[in-house]
């Protein structure tokens, strides 16, 4: 079953060089001595970047309508200077494993915030790095289940992972951060001020990569529209435009980016898997991936069962494609996939219409509303800001 992809609004990532890993391919080029293996982005080519000190900032959730429409005459959309998309899906386990490794989905094979292991037939929420519903860590180290490539180690630069002070030595990002040196901060004046320093020190060349999630907790716990969001918004705003001044005469390119933008999801649309129990009944394994796109790891007997229940109750709300098809029509990227790709994604995956989400509960399982949603393929959702500014 080929994606008929019956939604017009939808956004597939550009891979062929306008996405967040062509971003980071431009990088490995211009910093690296090997050839990456996607093209560098259009938008930035490699000569762009051959000054001494290169930061990337990436802002959870920041996305690129969004960010024009809310503040259009501040330092961000000043230096906006075009618009990329995420990878699929849209969220932020699959794409800061992107920024982490320099590839692709169909590379890294990270697919989601719940991933399914038939390494130990179970479910890991993969950035706590945690058993789903017991909240403890898997016996196997993360460095020996992700198998990761650290972009760093790639790098012929001196490199800075500085992330907040409660994640920057979790198992994940240990695991990806490679020969980059780690700093932890606890606000974002901690996060621009170690920027600013790392960036006066020394004359040797560096590669800087920070991360900012307030935005995101706040617009899944608020909304994207909601004031709190945009309020946050403007202190970002106003917080960009001082380090800028701040890195002054320092051979600095600053790029700002997001993994992926947010839409608000309608109460009205959200599918509960609790009141589908003939559909819950066909699965071997928990719903994966996210409330967006969702994997279905199906039981082989029931798989007409399956099929014939979405297609008569919830054709509304989800488009239904056979999960291998996705990779056939580079959903998650090009060329030679991850050789666990394809177990990672399951049987079938569902891609909720319009504002709709899917969600699955497990029994004992802590319950939590998530107003801003991203994960899917719509343009709010998908197109991030590509931010440079020259220092």
């Not at 992107?98 to 990270?110: D, K, N, S």
């Not at 020394?202 to 709190?228: F, N, T, V």
Request: charged letters at 20%; one cysteine or more.
């Amino acid at each position: 079953m080929i994606p008929s992809m019956t939604d017009s609004a939808r956004v597939l990532p550009d891979y062929q060089g306008g996405s967040i890993v062509n971003l980071m391919a431009s990088i490995v080029r211009a910093l690296g001595a090997e050839e990456p293996l996607y093209r560098p982005l259009r938008a930035l080519p490699p000569e762009c970047l051959s000054g001494r000190t290169v930061i990337l900032l990436v802002i959870d959730g920041l996305g690129h309508d969004w960010l024009l429409a809310h503040r259009p005459g501040g330092p961000l959309a000043r230096h906006v200077r075009d618009r990329i998309t995420s990878v699929f899906p849209s969220t932020t386990a699959t794409a800061i494993t992107t920024f982490l490794t320099g590839t692709a989905p169909q590379q890294h094979a990270i697919t989601g915030w719940f991933m399914y292991f038939q390494e130990l037939s179970g479910v890991l929420a993969v950035l706590p790095y945690e058993t789903r519903c017991t909240g403890l860590p898997p016996s196997v180290p993360a460095q020996q289940l992700l198998a990761p490539s650290p972009v760093f180690d790639r790098l012929n630069a001196r490199s800075h992972l500085i992330a907040p002070s409660r994640i920057v030595h979790s198992q994940f990002n240990s695991a990806y951060r490679g020969k980059a040196r780690a700093h932890g901060f606890k606000d974002l004046g901690q996060l621009l001020q170690s920027l600013t320093q790392l960036a006066r020190a020394g004359r040797e060349r560096k590669y800087l990569y920070g991360y900012w999630p307030q935005l995101d907790r706040l617009a899944h716990e608020h909304g994207i529209e909601s004031r709190e969001t945009l309020d946050h918004l403007a202190e970002l705003d106003s917080a960009f435009g001082a380090f800028l001044d701040g890195i002054a005469a320092t051979d600095t390119t600053v790029i700002v980016t997001g993994d992926h933008g947010f839409i608000d999801a309608r109460a009205d649309q959200t599918i509960d898997l609790g009141l589908h129990p003939e559909l819950a009944c066909t699965l071997a394994s928990p719903l994966c991936g996210e409330g967006r796109a969702a994997y279905c790891y199906v039981r082989q007997e029931m798989r007409r069962q399956f099929a014939d229940y979405v297609a008569a109750h919830l054709e509304q709300h989800v488009e239904m494609t056979e999960s291998g098809a996705l990779i056939a029509a580079d959903y998650f990227g090009l060329g030679t996939p991850h050789p666990r790709l394809r177990e990672r994604i399951g049987d079938f995956t569902l891609i909720p219409k319009g504002r709709a989400v899917i969600r699955h509960w497990l029994a004992g399982e802590s319950r939590y509303v998530h107003i801003g949603v991203h994960g899917g393929m719509s343009a709010e959702e998908m197109y991030v800001p590509l931010i440079v500014a020259q220092r």
